[in-house]
């Protein structure tokens, strides 16, 4: 099935030939903040645990400076960044570890940081904060979850 995932996700919006495969990673989990906005009433705001079950994303290079963040959520639906709309841009990048910057026209910005942590493993981050007209429940959250590979060196 995970193999089916990552042919199905390489073949959206994505020419296999011009593209580089650069992370695969999953399992999300952390912490979100609702504030008391629209939907959200004054007593169910607040912090609650966040994950996404089942979930995979990948990261592509399609060119120089650019990129296309792709996932399957736990409902097996396939997003692209750039479907969406989103700009992607490269934040930062060291040896091992690189953050990307992703700007939806929908006024929601994520913070992928992709990183080896000091005991080798490969792990992300997702920095999200989900505001504005068009989304009906605002949510700040910070997730981790952890890779099968992070080629650093074909960023």
């Not at 089942?54 to 060119?63: M, N, R």
């Not at 960044?81 to 994520?110: C, I, M, Q």
């Not at 080798?120 to 009906?136: C, D, E, R």
Request: charged share 15%.
């Amino acid at each position: 099935m995970k193999i089916l995932a990552i042919l199905v996700l390489l073949s959206v919006g994505v020419s296999a030939a011009h593209a580089a495969d650069i992370a695969s990673c999953s399992g999300l989990h952390g912490k979100a903040y609702f504030p008391a906005t629209g939907m959200v009433s004054p007593s169910s705001s607040g912090w609650e645990n966040d994950k996404i079950s089942g979930g995979l994303t990948k990261l592509v290079k399609l060119g120089a400076n650019e990129y296309n963040i792709m996932w399957i959520d736990s409902r097996h639906q396939i997003f692209s960044t750039r479907d969406a709309g989103a700009s992607v841009v490269l934040l930062s990048r060291a040896k091992h570890e690189f953050s990307l910057l992703v700007v939806y026209p929908t006024s929601n910005v994520d913070v992928y940081t992709f990183y080896k942590d000091n005991s080798g493993k490969l792990v992300y981050m997702l920095t999200t904060a989900k505001t504005g007209n068009k989304t009906p429940i605002d949510k700040a959250s910070i997730m981790i979850g952890h890779c099968e590979y992070i080629h650093f060196n074909q960023l």
